[in-house]
């Protein structure tokens, strides 16, 4: 059973463009979506993360769009870079501090 | 420490042997995380201890894998009677209430 659906599997981004990664969840009791960043050899690190009251949330060239009504979430990476070259992971958890439930994740080439 | 502490950070054992993987989570943290990462995938859910509550073993894969907190803090992972499946990147997080999860640089555990 998989909670959360994350697409693409890869994704190969020129130097300067938008990378765009998706996911879409079922439970609805879930209230927080951040995204996670992995580089090899490390554990997962928190990116941006957003709540439904809110259907965007932007951090420097990083932004969370949030769809409620289609159980939607997806992140965009402004002027990519070769250094954000890594796997992104979704994620989604309910009120009360319940553990994360991860998409497969997403990884990300920049390449000049 | 500053972060999420495991240890060791590489593990070789053989098949059948019992393994013990370490997590000292971020001081005052009142959540911690178990999650397995396989070569390539994305993050399995394994265990999760929130205070004093109960902990949520839904994800443990058999009954060969056990876990416990002391104290509130220092958590174990143990792995009885190890099999080749069991290799992977077995890694740890701490929170504190709802709220960003703190990641581990994780164990590669090799079974040979």
């Known amino acids: 059973q998989q909670q959360v659906k994350q697409s693409p599997q890869s994704l190969i981004v020129q130097k300067g463009g938008i990378s765009i990664i998706n996911c879409a969840y079922e439970n609805t009791a879930f209230d927080y979506f951040p995204w996670y960043q992995q580089f090899p050899g490390k554990g997962p690190a928190l990116l941006i993360a957003i709540r439904p009251d809110v259907s965007e949330k932007k951090e420097g060239r990083f932004t969370i769009s949030f769809n409620k009504s289609a159980k939607q979430f997806s992140l965009h990476i402004m002027d990519s870079q070769p250094g954000d070259s890594a796997t992104y992971f979704c994620?989604?958890?309910?009120?009360?501090?319940?553990?994360?439930?991860f998409g497969k994740g997403t990884r990300l080439s920049v390449i000049a | 420490g500053a972060g999420v502490s495991q240890s060791p950070s590489n593990k070789v054992t053989e098949k059948g042997k019992d393994v013990e993987l370490r997590c000292d989570p971020i001081s005052g943290h009142t959540a911690l995380y178990w999650y397995r990462q396989s070569l390539g995938q994305g993050l399995e859910f394994l265990i999760y201890?929130?205070?004093?509550?109960?902990?949520?073993k839904s994800g443990l894969p058999s009954d060969r894998f056990s876990a416990e907190r002391t104290g509130g803090s220092v958590s174990t992972l143990t792995i009885q009677r190890t099999q080749q499946e069991d290799s992977a990147v077995y890694l740890c997080?701490?929170?504190?209430?709802?709220?960003?999860?703190?990641f581990g640089q994780g164990t590669r555990l090799t079974v040979v």
């Open positions: 994620a989604a958890s309910g009120s009360g501090n319940t553990p994360l439930v």
């Open positions: 201890f929130q205070g004093n509550s109960a902990p949520d």
């Open positions: 997080a701490s929170s504190h209430m709802a709220t960003e999860a703190f």
